[in-house]
């Protein structure tokens, strides 16, 4: 592209014309609400879990680590970190253990599990 009419190329942006990083200020919460699909005949339920607390979902424990929301005038999001075990504890890994994010549901499934797991509310 040829130079401009004054002949110079446009000014190179100043240094600090950078985008502010928004704020990543979650609050943690008490309790965790998941909701859960049984693959086998559509039914579904909800689970009120504490943070460090377990429930059973089908043929899997589900113990919550943690839960937290976005505050108040940020984009309204929650997130739970948890483990799925299998009841009869056979192997050593869990399922599935780590965030699951409301905004983000694909990671819902763990592994060949009868059931689907998704985020409703922490509080």
């Given amino acids: 592209m040829a130079p401009g009419p004054s002949g110079n190329n446009p000014a190179p942006l ?21 909701g859960v699909l049984s693959k086998a005949d559509g039914s579904t339920s909800t689970l009120t879990i504490p943070v460090g607390g377990q429930a059973t979902a089908g043929d899997l424990i589900v113990s919550v680590q943690a839960c937290v929301t976005r505050p108040p005038g940020q984009l309204p999001d929650v997130a739970i970190f948890l483990t799925l075990q299998p009841k009869d504890g056979s192997g050593s890994a869990p399922l599935y253990h780590g965030w699951m994010v409301r905004s983000a549901p694909g990671a819902t ?3 060949n599990a009868g059931e ?3 985020v409703m509310n922490c509080s």
């Fill in 14 to 34: 100043p240094n600090n014309d950078v985008a502010p990083t928004p704020p990543n200020d979650w609050v943690p919460g008490k309790t965790a609400e998941i």
């Fill in 109 to 111: 499934d763990a592994g």
């Fill in 116 to 118: 689907a797991f998704r």
